[in-house]
């Protein structure tokens, strides 16, 4: 099931939200979302709920024996031992065909027998609540919370439908008082309700116009693609993701604040950085704080340091260990978006220009223009949004070649992709990533309030019409056409 299918919109959520503000006690409404949780994920992933199950028995059961193990010798390689329980089901179902595809590659240049490869599709959202869980394990071997005596409020931490298949990751320490104590706030339930709509008109308006040039040009053959429409393609491709999965974010934080949750933020205008290590400070948010508290910091930067250590003259710069640190862990981070050598290439060039940017280049950009600056990021971020995309490591070094000018067909101009509706779908999508749209809105808010004695119940209503024009054209949209899932739901 969907966020934006009319199942969800229309059935799933509002019975949902009305039996939950109807329930008395935070313990009756802590049932109502385990069994709509559980209900929302066997709804889209059917027989898939058993590795959402067994995520949830193996995190309780192994968080108890990690608890009576705190202080003893030898932790942490009990620690080692319950994570590697814990990912052997993503392992299993996400990365098994890529190994052993990898392996046939290998074996068919010494002439050897090729393995079956397993077909099955992951199912959506592993990635993310396998994450969660960990993040409770973590938290209990480092004595920051104490472990469950009981399995559902694990159940209910792992399952919740509103960030169950996307994200944002919420790490245990901060969910845990909220499952035990919340309050819900008409503020708050209101807030909530405009950044759902929000987020459904920014994936339905503006995410879902962008996804069909940028399908249609990424799809093209190679004589049929020209340096402009490969350039217009790729362009629409970086705000339509940048869109979609700010727009899952929104609707999330957005549910809930209706449910009486804090879900944490997972975008900052990542286009508006100056350098790719801004970038990722600024997009999914929630992701890459994981990978850099729990890999970077805690495993490979302290393991680079003390292999430094080790040599014959003590190290008087960390350069070494935070490049061998960056790599590794930005490789981690394009094998959690999939199974493929171009995920692998995606993360391995976004390590490289995070080393790069620690190095004299680094200090060259931060002395340029501050308008160089954000065109070095944009063109570096788009330059791997072409690995990300395509499927194949060959298609995307042909891509990058018509990009250049290198190669490349003399096909339909770029005007049949950019119709009136793609353009403002674009310059929209300019606006929301790079900052401007908070900005003018403020703008405008603070010049009414000095005109108008009026401005406050001015800006209330023309809040409440917006947010339902909003709703009113989403709804109207889903309705006329097809939708597009959203990217992330792939991971």
């Known amino acids: 099931m969907l966020s934006t299918s009319p199942s969800f919109l229309f059935v799933f959520l509002p019975a949902v939200l009305t039996l939950y503000w109807l329930l008395p006690t935070v313990g009756s409404r802590n049932a109502l979302l385990l069994i ?3 209900a929302f994920y066997a709804w889209g992933q059917g027989a898939w709920i058993a590795l959402l199950v067994l995520c949830v028995i193996s995190s309780y059961a192994l968080g108890l024996w990690l608890e009576r193990g705190r202080g003893r010798p030898h932790r942490g390689w009990a620690l080692a031992l319950a994570v590697a329980v814990v990912l052997a089901p993503l392992a299993l179902v996400k990365y098994a065909a890529f190994v052993v595809q990898t392996v046939n590659d290998i074996a068919g ?13 992951a199912p959506a959202g592993i990635s993310f609540f396998t994450f969660m869980a960990l993040t409770y394990l973590f938290s209990v071997t480092r004595g920051e919370t104490g472990a469950q005596r009981r399995i559902l409020p694990i159940a209910l931490y792992t399952s919740l439908f509103p960030v169950v298949l996307a994200g944002p990751i919420i790490r245990y320490g901060a969910a845990l008082p909220q499952l035990l104590l919340r309050r819900l706030e008409l503020a708050a339930v209101a807030q909530g309700a405009r950044r759902f709509v929000r987020g459904l008109a920014k994936k339905v308006l503006i995410a879902d116009t962008l996804a069909t040039p940028s399908a249609l040009i990424f799809g093209l053959p190679h004589y049929d693609l020209s340096q402009g429409v490969a350039w217009f393609g790729l362009a629409c491709y970086t705000l339509q993701i940048f869109v979609d999965f700010s727009a899952y974010s929104d609707m999330a934080i957005g549910i809930g604040g209706m449910l009486g949750f804090r879900v944490p933020e997972n975008f900052d205008h990542p286009y508006a950085a100056r350098s790719v290590r801004a970038f990722w400070a600024r997009w999914h948010i929630t992701l890459s704080t994981w990978f850099r508290d729990y890999v970077f910091i805690r495993i490979l930067y302290p393991a680079g340091r003390a292999f430094e250590r080790m040599g014959a003259r003590p190290a008087r710069s960390d350069f070494w260990a935070y490049a061998a640190a960056s790599l590794v862990t930005m490789l981690l981070i394009g094998l959690w978006h999939g199974a493929a050598w171009t995920f692998v290439a995606w993360g391995a060039y976004h390590g490289a220009l995070l080393v790069l940017e620690r190095t004299r280049v680094g200090k060259w950009i931060a002395r340029m223009p501050v308008p160089v600056q954000h065109a070095y990021l944009v063109l570096a971020v788009m330059g791997g949004w072409v690995l990300f995309r395509l499927d ?4 995307a070094a042909w891509f990058v070649a018509v990009l250049a000018g290198l190669t490349g067909g003399s096909g339909a ?10 353009l403002l779908a674009a310059a929209i999508g300019i606006l929301l ?8 809105g403020a703008r405008a808010q603070a010049r009414l309030r000095r005109s108008a004695a009026a401005a406050p119940m001015i800006l209330v209503v023309g809040d409440a019409a917006t947010q339902a024009a909003l709703l009113v054209l989403s709804l109207a949209w889903l309705s006329a056409g097809t939708f597009t899932p959203f990217i992330y739901f792939r991971f």
Request: glycine share 16%; hydrophobic share 40%; net charge positive.
């Open 413 to 422: 101009p770029v005007g049949r992709y950019a119709g009136g509706d793609v």
């Open 36 to 38: 709509s949780g559980l």
């Open 392 to 395: 194949t490591l060959s298609r």
């Open 109 to 121: 240049w010494s002439g050897r027998a090729a393995l079956n490869v397993p077909s099955w599709p």
């Open 433 to 440: 990533s790079s900052g401007l749209a908070p900005a003018l």
